[in-house]
């Protein structure tokens, strides 16, 4: 995950908590860690699937991180996260 996000507030359409800006909806609607101003995000990993083959879609619409294509029309075909602890756990063993 990229660290321009860390500690950003969760947006949507309908609830935007960036100043005077709504990401969420220059984004196409889609919800996430949001920053204020007009660089709303480098990473938007709940964009929406191209239609196109070539992996185009509108501006800032579809499944992004920038670093990997400066691209903000290039979508990912798919994506996966996978979430762990931050601190793992020792396991007791009981006798």
């Keep these: 995950f990229s660290r321009w996000h860390y500690n950003a507030p969760f947006s949507t359409y309908d609830h935007y908590?960036?100043?005077?800006?709504?990401?969420?909806?220059?984004?196409?609607?889609?919800?996430w860690w949001y920053h204020s101003g007009?660089?709303?995000?480098?990473?938007q990993l709940n964009g929406r699937l191209p239609t196109h083959t070539d992996g185009l879609v509108p501006l800032n619409t579809g499944i992004l991180w920038i670093g990997w294509k400066a691209d903000r029309h290039y979508s990912f075909q798919y994506v996966r996260m996978l979430i762990?602890?931050?601190?793992?756990?020792?396991h007791v063993r009981h006798r």
Excluded: M, W, Y
Aim: proline share 4%.
């Design 17 to 31: 908590a960036t100043d005077n800006i709504n990401c969420s909806n220059l984004h196409g609607g889609i919800g």
């Design 38 to 43: 007009i660089e709303c995000a480098h990473v």
């Design 84 to 90: 762990q602890p931050k601190f793992k756990r020792h």
